[in-house]
């Protein structure tokens, strides 16, 4: 062991210097503007949500959702059920590996900056495998050994890994608007706005657009309503939720940054951020008039525009 020390100490000094195709600088030059990307099968994005984040490899898309398995680089770990890429087959200038066997959905809005980009024959391994397809690896790569015993370091790194992804899968998703079940207006109308009023202890104008369905009741404001009107939470919140079209595009890794830069200035989470742009973005898609389905990216972006928030620099609807 004492003969390991003074290589392992250099490799842990190593990976502690970021590489330069890892930095904002290199993978700018590498992805473009990283406020204009599109998350795409293949690509390994940051994932983050509630002080944890991960790298993850994107196999499949699936609406709010993305299929991935998570990726460990040196120190890093491996099983059975994964792929280990050589160093200099990624962005890393060492061994990667891509834990299959943990592949899970993971909510859209967790996601947070592309690092890096898989050759499609790597991918569609991993793909293949999350599927229970094994084939021999692509070059470059090798599948991974199974962990020898409990204290086998490779262990406890899946278990963390494994920890980790169940924080992602649960983040919420934007509440959406339900084709049916509560109406909110009429509801109200039966016990009374002052007594909504109250309730909620907001501004009357603020609680009509919450019952008319122009702005969205937070998780407390729905517990509230349904105690008052005699439903569930889960019908108020949809009751009051957004447009589909709306939620998926607030839920866009482009508008990270929009949504961290408003949560530090009204010291509320990046969730009650997401939503307050939501909110304001669909009343004022509301106010507008014509039969064209809205633009979703452009009226975001207005409405950063007016509200003194960061655009994603999209062009504006005529």
């Known amino acids: 062991m004492t003969a390991d020390l003074p290589d392992r100490l250099r490799r842990l000094a190593a990976s502690m210097a970021v590489p330069q195709t890892l930095t904002a600088a290199g993978l700018h030059d590498r992805f473009g503007d990283p406020n204009q990307l599109e998350p795409a099968v293949g690509q390994v994005w940051r994932a983050e949500w509630s002080n944890v984040s991960r790298l993850v490899l994107l196999l499949g898309a699936q609406e709010r959702h993305w299929r991935v398995a998570p990726v460990s680089v040196e120190p890093t770990g491996e099983d059975d059920h994964g792929l280990v890429i050589s160093a200099g087959h990624t962005g890393f200038p060492v061994e990667v590996t891509v834990w299959v066997g943990l ?53 406890s790194v899946r278990a963390s890994l494994a920890d980790d992804l169940d924080t992602l899968v649960v983040a919420p998703l934007v509440p959406v608007r339900a084709p049916a079940a509560v109406d909110l207006k009429a509801a ?31 998780e407390q404001q729905a517990e509230i309503l349904a105690g008052l009107l005699g439903y569930r939470a889960e019908e108020i919140l949809g009751a009051a939720g957004l447009p589909i079209g709306l939620a998926i595009e607030l839920e866009q890794p482009r ?8 949560a530090r ?54």
């Open 255 to 262: 508008w990270r940054p929009a949504w961290r830069s408003i």
């Open 103 to 155: 592949a899970t959905s993971i909510p859209t809005g967790t996601l947070s900056r592309m690092v890096d980009n898989y050759a499609s024959e790597i991918t569609a391994w991993c793909v293949d495998m999350a599927a229970g397809t094994v084939r021999e690896p692509p070059a470059g790569t090798r599948r991974g050994r199974p962990a020898v015993d409990a204290l086998d370091g490779s262990t």
């Open 188 to 218: 109200t109308a039966r016990v009374g706005l002052p007594t909504v009023v109250a309730a909620l202890d907001l501004p009357q104008s603020t609680v009509m657009k919450i019952v008319q369905g122009k702005q969205t009741a937070t």
């Open 265 to 318: 200035r009204f010291n509320v989470s990046e969730f009650a951020a997401r939503l307050r742009a939501g909110s304001g973005t669909y009343a004022m898609a509301f106010r507008q008039t014509g039969a064209a389905a809205p633009n979703w990216r452009s009226r975001i972006d207005q409405w950063l525009a007016a509200n003194g928030g960061q655009t994603s620099g999209a062009e504006h609807d005529k």
